[in-house]
C-alpha cells in the first residue's frame, strides 16, 4: 500500500542521514504506471516537508521548535471564579502535584482523596480522571482540575461521585465573594445570594416603614390642625 512504502521510505532516509544504512537506489515507478492519488500526493509533500527540514537541522540551518498550542488562561477561560478563587484552586492544584510536573496522576489522586476524608477505590479514582480528560492522557492538568469546579458548580456530577465529593471537601477562600466562613465555593454562593436577597427585603421593608412612618406623621399633623381650629 502507499502509505506502508512511504513509511518505509521515511524510514530508509532517516537511516541513511544517521549512518546507519547506505543510500541505495529506489525504484519510484507505480506499477499500474497510473496517477497518484489526492492521498498519496498529499502525503508524498508531507514526506518531502519532514525530510528537508530534517536536512536543515542536521546542518544547524534550523532551529527546533515545540508543537504550536493554545496557551491556557484560566481568567478568561473560567469567567465565572474570580481571580481569587482561581489562585485558591491553583494553590490547592500544586498542593497536591507531589512532582511538580504541572499534573495530578492517579497516586497523587489516591493521596488528595485521602487527605480531604473521601478515599477511592482504584477504579473510582479513574472515573475521576476519566470524567474531565480532555487530552486523554489519564492525569489532570490544571484546566481539567478546573473543570471539576466548573461541572459541580452546574450540578452536572452525581452527588455520589468523587469528583463531587472532591469538589465539596475543597476549602476554598471565597472571601471575593463577600462571604466569610463558608467551607465551600458551591456553599458560598448559595449563602452570599440568600444574604443578598435578605439585605435587598431588608431594604424594602425599612422603605416602607419609613414611608409608613411619613403617611402617619402627615395624619397626626393634619388630625391635630383639625383639631386647633376647633377651639379657634
Do not use: W
Request: proline fraction near 3%; charge should be negative.
Amino acid at each position: 500500500m502507499a502509505s506502508d512504502e512511504l513509511a518505509s521510505k521515511l524510514s530508509r532516509r532517516l537511516n541513511i542521514e544517521d549512518g546507519v544504512e547506505h543510500p541505495v537506489a529506489l525504484d519510484c515507478d507505480h506499477e499500474d504506471g497510473g496517477d497518484a492519488k489526492p492521498t498519496t500526493a498529499n502525503a508524498d509533500s508531507e514526506l518531502g516537508a519532514k525530510l528537508l527540514r530534517r536536512g536543515e537541522l542536521n546542518e544547524g540551518i534550523g532551529e527546533h521548535q515545540q508543537p504550536s498550542s493554545k496557551v491556557f488562561n484560566p481568567y478568561t477561560e473560567f469567567k465565572e471564579f474570580s481571580r481569587k478563587q482561581i489562585k485558591d484552586m491553583e494553590k490547592m492544584f500544586k498542593q497536591y502535584d507531589a512532582g511538580k510536573d504541572g499534573f495530578i496522576d492517579l497516586m497523587e489522586l489516591k493521596l488528595m482523596m485521602e487527605k480531604l476524608g473521601a478515599p477511592q477505590t482504584h477504579l473510582g479514582l479513574k472515573n475521576m480522571i476519566k470524567e474531565v480528560d480532555e487530552d486523554l492522557d489519564n492525569k489532570l492538568n490544571f484546566k481539567e482540575f478546573l473543570l471539576i469546579f466548573r461541572k459541580a458548580a452546574a450540578g452536572e456530577l452525581p452527588e455520589d461521585s468523587g469528583l463531587h465529593a472532591l469538589a465539596r471537601l475543597s476549602e476554598i477562600d471565597v472571601s471575593t465573594e463577600g462571604v466569610k466562613g463558608a467551607k465551600t465555593f458551591f456553599e458560598a454562593k448559595v449563602k452570599a445570594i440568600n444574604e443578598s436577597s435578605k439585605f435587598e427585603a431588608e431594604i424594602r421593608q425599612e422603605q416602607e416603614e419609613k414611608k409608613k412612618q411619613a403617611e402617619d406623621k402627615k395624619q397626626r399633623q393634619a388630625a391635630f390642625k383639625e383639631l386647633k381650629s376647633a377651639f379657634k
